[in-house]
């Protein structure tokens, strides 16, 4: 069978070893489900399809039994597990009230470590199980004497160490909300996110370290707390091991040592199912950033499910997931929690000069069983030649990857690499939901290029341009009943408007997530890319994602970004950006090259009207291309109108490509 993006096989690239399967948390979960439920004996492991058939056709059924084989504690129980199925508004567990962080907290092993916290020099320490309750505890009473109760906010300028996790508890434990971002954002762009929450209380660290180099944040920390004018206090931590200035701060300080070392007992106050737990942003590349609201209840059941029964984590297990604190991958790795496993935290460059394997290096070292990364991160070590192998990779089970179409071409690699027994676990999902819509689990094949199947409660779909759901074809991704992770609201959203508009303006009642996806005929998912930056070159739609696929796997290229621009005149302008590798020329050999790589990998019709080398393309901070705004730039729209350059990795790129749109446009049009 031959999708309109390419060759999707029947035959699966892996599959899992039965008696592996047979042993997973997702198959004790269909057997679970046949001793406790009126369900089919066969909703066992051996046929997930008729699993996640069930879950999205029962909702009730199947979310209230996740509740149950998790052993929800509820400080009072739930009176349905769905009241009202709308979207936006759906009301999930109405009257059960709860606390994430008495879950989070409640399985793992006094002596055994919990977090283990690493960075790019190779050097960690560990908390155990008591030594993160006792943390939690004691910054909990810490913020209550700061005035911190049910419903303030709690934010860290922070990178991704053990400190971010104890302070999110701590905040949690109290019902109050949380919200973090990582300090390579400039405190103008946190300030951007957090003022809009009007915290109580700043936690800031020092530094971090990236790529062999401290950077120092404490001017960036006091500066965020000048632009935060309701906090009460700040509490300071020394990650770095510089000297805190003192005196210039505008609210009480406090450092952490006092905040986490005080000797009390852990009180979680239960909390309505949706209140809310935490806000985490998008990335603001058009204006501020919108502030998406999750509750306790929601992100739970969610958490557990992706984390417990598609990833198969439980006690024993360990995570190493490269993130940075404002990426939602960061909330799930703290929701490693929730199953009773270790989860790894990682402050630095994920591939550092002097080190660039230093991931599988720490991973073999801590004998680390599920990892995870991005895209861009493996074909990253196929191109340059860094073997993963040297190191002992036997406990990784799982490769994660997440953020991007993962290509065919990175599974022979990993399998080679990293280990024949490997499952490469390619999701796709949002921080709009804080989870998946589709990925993987320990009982389901891979085929190269697609995801294995939607995740189970997830009523996934792909919509034609009339709004019928469609099988091998491109379509958009929909979701067609709700999740309890779907958003509450969004943050200063009165009316719901902002919300209506990002996700149901389409589609009415059915969540429109603005990707392209392709269902098989075999079960799979198939991501193309984000529909709004489709190419629309002559009426036929084009995958930005299956071009940079085809590029980015030539060694003169490192990365690629492919944009369709309408012009004035009624002419579609089609150019491909391209990052040169060191030494490489973009000559006419190279374009040759190039051109015949996309149309033999792709199509003719991918081929672009003109290839341009760029020093660098522009990401979001969570590295995301930035489509669209390019496009808009290209076609003349004014930057201040386009992105917020707090949003960009690099904002002097706004300004290069600014320029190119300008020079395109008076070649055109001569005065």
Request: proline share 7%.
């Amino acid at each position: 069978m031959t999708t309109p993006y390419g060759t999707s096989r029947a035959e699966p690239f892996w599959k899992p070893d039965p008696a592996s399967a047979a042993d997973s948390r997702i198959a004790d979960f269909g057997r679970w489900l046949s001793r406790h439920r009126a369900v089919d004996a066969s909703y066992d492991h051996t046929d997930y399809a008729t699993l996640h058939d069930w879950s999205v056709t029962d909702l009730e059924g199947f979310w209230g039994a996740v509740w149950e084989y998790f052993e929800i504690e509820a400080a009072t129980p739930y009176e349905r597990v769905l009241a009202e199925e709308t979207m936006p508004g759906a009301r999930w567990f109405t009257g059960a009230t709860l606390n994430y962080a008495h879950h989070a907290l409640r399985h793992l092993p006094a002596d055994a470590p919990a977090i283990v916290a690493l960075d790019e020099t190779g050097s960690g320490y560990e908390v155990t199980g008591d030594g993160l309750r006792t943390q939690v505890a004691s910054v909990a009473a810490t913020l209550r004497d700061l005035g911190v109760g049910r419903g303030d906010r709690v934010v860290g300028y922070l990178p991704n160490t053990p400190h971010a996790i104890v302070a999110f508890l701590a905040a949690a434990s109290l019902g109050a909300v949380w919200s973090v971002c990582g300090q390579d954002y400039a405190p103008r762009a946190a300030a951007d996110r957090f003022a809009q929450l009007e915290p109580t209380v700043l936690i800031a660290a020092d530094g971090y370290l990236f790529n062999g180099t401290t950077h120092d944040r404490r001017e960036a920390a006091l500066d965020l707390a000048r632009a935060l004018p309701t906090l009460k206090a700040t509490v300071l931590i020394n990650r770095v091991g510089l000297p805190w200035p003192s005196g210039a701060y505008p609210s009480l300080v406090m450092p952490w040592e006092d905040a986490a070392t005080r000797a009390e007992q852990l009180h979680c106050t239960p909390v309505p199912f949706d209140h809310p737990l935490w806000v985490v942003f998008s990335s603001g590349t058009t204006g501020l950033p919108k502030g998406i609201v999750h509750g306790h209840g929601g992100v739970l059941l969610e958490h557990l499910k992706t984390l417990g029964l598609q990833s198969d984590l439980g006690p024993g297990d360990r995570l190493l997931w490269y993130t940075t604190t404002h990426w939602m991958m960061w909330n799930l790795v703290v929701s490693t929690l929730l199953t009773g496993a270790t989860t790894c935290t990682y402050d630095g460059s994920p591939a550092p000069f002097a080190r660039p394997d230093v991931l599988w290096e720490l991973a073999a070292r801590h004998r680390v069983t599920v990892f995870g990364t991005s895209p861009q991160y493996l074909l990253g070590m196929a191109k340059f030649g860094i073997d993963p192998s040297v190191h002992d990779l036997s406990s990784i089970r799982a490769v994660g990857c997440t953020g991007s179409a993962l290509p065919a071409s990175a599974y022979p690699w990993v399998r080679d690499h990293v280990g024949t027994h490997v499952q490469l676990a390619s999701t796709s999902g949002g921080t709009d939901i804080v989870g998946g819509f589709a990925g993987s689990a320990g009982t389901t094949p891979v085929w190269a290029g697609e995801l294995s199947a939607p995740n189970l409660g997830v009523a996934l779909a792909a919509y034609d341009s009339d709004g019928n759901p469609v099988v091998d074809q491109v379509g958009e991704l929909v979701v067609t009943r709700p999740m309890p992770s779907m958003p509450l609201y969004f943050w200063n959203d009165p009316d719901g408007s902002r919300y209506h508009d990002a996700y149901f303006s389409t589609y009415p009642g059915v969540w429109r997530h603005g990707d392209w996806i392709t269902l098989t005929s075999h079960g799979s998912v198939i991501v193309h890319g984000r529909s709004d930056s489709t190419l629309n070159r002559n009426g036929v739609r084009l995958g930005s994602a299956d071009i940079h696929d085809v590029v980015e796997r030539l060694p003169e290229i490192t990365e690629a970004l492919v944009i369709g621009a309408e012009e004035p005149d009624g002419g579609y302008w089609m150019p491909l950006f391209v990052v040169l590798a060191d030494g490489a020329v973009l000559d006419d050999a190279l374009t040759g090259r190039i051109r015949d790589a996309i149309r033999t990998g792709a199509s003719p019709r991918h081929v672009p009207d003109e290839i341009i080398a760029v020093p660098a393309i522009p990401h979001t901070r969570t590295g995301k291309k930035l489509e669209v705004p390019v496009k808009r730039l290209l076609q003349g729209a004014p930057a201040d109108q386009v992105v917020n350059p707090g949003a960009v990795d690099d904002p002097d790129l706004i300004d290069h490509y600014a320029r190119l749109g300008a020079e395109r446009r008076a070649r055109r049009n001569p005065a």
